[in-house]
């Protein structure tokens, strides 16, 4: 099975933890994708939706869904978005589509947090996939100077502006050993708007579609 059968099988391996009247925080990419393309046939189950990008925002209103604030709707049931890379402990690398801060917001206002990957994202150490850092234009120099004094490469995501009106810097060569220590080190340098790891923000539940159907792994 290719990897778009993967991300689609998980997607919709999601579709059943959403239970009627719930408020549906909807990620970005790919893999999300998939599930807004699923979401009408279960429209009469959704009280409201909420999303985490403008892409995202444009796919659900293209499918007939009003798109709610999360200021309107405050803290809620069930936010699903992929990743990157996710470890077994369902820590992550977010952000390959910049939409990494408002992601962040989401997950953690929603009760329950649930991931979708296909099966080559699982890793044992977190770090292969390039570490997005959204930050301030101004301070990007300066946090890419911090960031080679942790011995990761930076590599700013040239002519890519987030939805926030920020800049993206992609860290490579990282081994994320301790990522619960690296996230809290790396959201300390000023001018850090949010950094692409989501360790104390991990997932509640990760459904990973491969060859033989979707696994199931909780905290
Ligand atoms: C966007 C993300 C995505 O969830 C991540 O990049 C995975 O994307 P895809 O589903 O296209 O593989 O974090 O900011």
Redesign the pocket.
């Known amino acids: 099975m290719d990897?778009s059968n993967k991300?689609r099988s998980a997607a919709k391996a999601a579709m059943k933890f959403i239970e009627p009247g719930m408020t549906v925080g909807v990620?970005?990419?790919?893999?999300?994708?998939f599930l807004i393309e699923m979401l009408p046939e279960i429209r009469n189950k959704i009280n409201r939706v909420v999303s985490?990008?403008k892409a995202s925002t444009s796919l659900l209103e293209a499918h007939g869904f009003t798109v709610s604030t999360l200021n309107e709707v405050g803290d809620y049931d069930i936010y699903i978005?992929?990743?990157?890379e996710s470890n077994k402990r369902l820590q992550?690398?977010?952000?390959?589509?910049?939409?990494?801060t408002r992601?962040k917001v989401l997950a953690c206002a929603a009760r329950r947090f649930i991931c979708?990957?296909?099966d080559t994202?699982l890793v044992r150490m977190l770090g292969g996939f390039p570490l997005?850092i959204e930050v301030l234009p101004m301070a990007q120099a300066m946090i890419a100077r911090h960031m080679l004094k942790m011995r990761g490469q930076p590599i700013w995501r040239e002519g890519f502006i987030t939805d926030n009106g920020n800049h993206i810097l992609d860290i490579h060569d990282l081994q994320i050993s301790n990522p619960l220590e690296m996230e809290a080190r790396i959201n300390k340098i000023p001018g850090v708007v949010t950094v692409?790891i989501f360790a104390d923000q991990a997932a509640d539940i990760l459904l990973i579609g491969g060859d033989d159907g979707v696994k199931e792994i909780r905290t």
């Open positions: 990897a991300k990620g970005t990419g790919s893999t999300v994708n985490s990008s978005d992929g990743a990157d992550l690398i977010k952000g390959g589509g910049g939409a990494l992601e979708i990957i296909d994202k997005p692409g």
